[in-house]
């Protein structure tokens, strides 16, 4: 399903102007809605992770019109995630808090049209992550247990 490449440019130019918000709400609301990841950031400077979520949204948007640009970088990000203890499981809580940021952030201009084209971007962006994420059996062992 191709992505609503325009829409998905048009709303985060509203986001852009509003970094340090959309930032705040995310963390705020992902520790708040998923408290289970916060030892994820236990060693974490948050403002340095801040800038960093929002350079790889500002990638990502950038490379909409250019997705074969986007396959390497995410997959890289994908590994590296697995580094800092992120188990696929992990996955749905960061796209629930990333379009709950975006709603808050975009007010009005949330639609029902924009919710979609976000959750259709971070689907294939987790699909990307996911695919440089080579995750072993005892990796996931424990992640299955919990289920």
Not at 12 to 33: C, G, M, R, V, W
Not at 85 to 90: A, I, K, R, S, T
Not at 96 to 125: F, H, I, M, R
Request: hydrophobic residues 40%.
């Amino acid at each position: 399903m191709p992505l609503n490449v325009e829409l998905l440019e048009s709303s985060f130019s509203q986001i852009k102007a509003q970094e340090l918000k959309f930032t705040n709400h995310f963390y705020t609301n992902l520790f708040a809605d998923y408290p289970e990841v916060k030892p994820l950031f236990a060693n974490t400077h948050m403002e340095d992770q801040a800038k960093k979520l929002f350079q790889s949204l500002v990638l990502v948007v950038e490379s909409l019109r250019h997705p074969d640009r986007l396959a390497h970088p995410l997959q890289g990000l994908g590994t590296r995630h697995i580094q800092y203890g992120v188990l696929p499981e992990h996955y749905p809580m960061v796209g629930s808090t990333l379009l709950k940021a975006l709603a808050l952030c975009l007010g009005e201009a949330w639609t029902p049209n924009a919710e979609q084209a976000w959750s259709e971007a971070y689907s294939v962006v987790t699909e990307l992550m996911l695919s440089g994420a080579a995750y072993s059996p005892e990796i996931l062992s424990p992640a299955l247990q919990k289920r």
